[in-house]
């Protein structure tokens, strides 16, 4: 005797069951479902619907590895950041809102400056490509280059870049080696680099993403210095280096910066308070 057909609300009940919160479940069914995220409406008036077997199979598939640690963003391909909506994979990071701090001091900065327009921003360690999309997003005017060291990751950034739009120059390398000879000083340097230590416990937590992106050395330091120190030969006077670190972090790499000559060092907190960005302006000639 063949088994009742789940429903909508049954399938959703479910998941949570599953211990799945109510509002992954709803987006996992609405990727199965091929139905925009912002559809949550439509699962409330097609609650009583029935679904396939193969829907309802590839629900559980998706559900299982999600319970296993795997991000949401990865199983649907999709996550918000800065209101832009970005595909990623498991060749990249998946964007965190703590980032968007980053974003908001990067454009304060940008138009406290008294540069001539275009002005010219470098993305270090671009990933997905969130925080250099955001900012075009919010100023077309911006020059801007993306760099990775993965050609992976830099395949999806790209593509997000094309899918919004938005125009940039991407390049290859890790760190400055990407830059092509002869690219210009820039106004503005910002990087969300890797800044947990190798042997940090919470690393067991992150396993379905990128290693490369994630750690930095015994403490977690490693890519910070070098860009720290390396920044001042690709800014120009008065042009700023902006930096996501460790919740842990801000007082060493404010005092990294202080030490290679930055001015105006700081922090910015993120929502939960934590000083989660620190960076500083130069204007000593190298």
């Given at each position: ?10 399938a ?17 069914a ?67 809102p ?15 400056t ?137 007082a ?21 308070g ?13």
């Amino acid at each position: 005797m063949n088994a009742t057909p789940a429903t909508v609300s049954g399938a959703l009940a479910g998941l949570e069951a599953q211990g799945l919160p109510r509002l992954t479940a709803q987006l996992l069914a609405l990727h199965v479902l091929q139905r925009p995220a912002t559809d949550r409406g439509w699962l409330l008036a097609h609650d009583a619907d029935s679904l396939s077997a193969d829907v309802q199979a590839e629900l559980d598939r998706l559900a299982q590895r999600h319970l296993n640690g795997e991000p949401l963003a990865y199983l649907t391909g999709h996550q918000a950041f800065y209101g832009l909506d970005l595909h990623v994979s498991s060749a990249v990071l998946v964007p965190r809102p703590d980032t968007e701090t980053l974003v908001d001091w990067a454009l304060e900065v940008l138009s406290s400056t008294t540069a001539t327009p275009p002005r010219s921003v470098l993305d270090l360690g671009t990933g997905s490509g969130a925080i250099a999309l955001a900012l075009k997003a919010q100023r077309p005017d911006l020059t801007l280059l993306a760099s990775d060291a993965s050609p992976d990751a830099l395949a999806v950034a790209r593509a997000n870049a094309e899918r919004l739009n938005l125009a940039l120059t991407f390049a290859v390398g890790r760190w400055f080696d990407a830059l092509p000879p002869g690219t210009p000083a820039f106004d503005l340097i910002v990087s969300n680099p890797p800044y947990i230590a190798e042997s940090d416990a919470h690393l067991s937590a992150l396993s379905h993403e990128p290693r490369m992106a994630l750690t930095s050395g015994a403490d977690g330091l490693t890519d910070l210095s070098h860009i720290i120190t390396r920044a001042p030969a690709h800014l120009r006077q008065g042009g700023w280096l902006l930096l996501e670190h460790g919740y842990d972090q801000a007082a060493t790499v404010r005092g990294l910066l202080v030490a290679a000559g930055f001015e105006q060092v700081g922090s910015k907190r993120d929502l939960a308070g934590i000083e989660r960005c620190s960076g500083g302006r130069w204007t000593t000639s190298v």
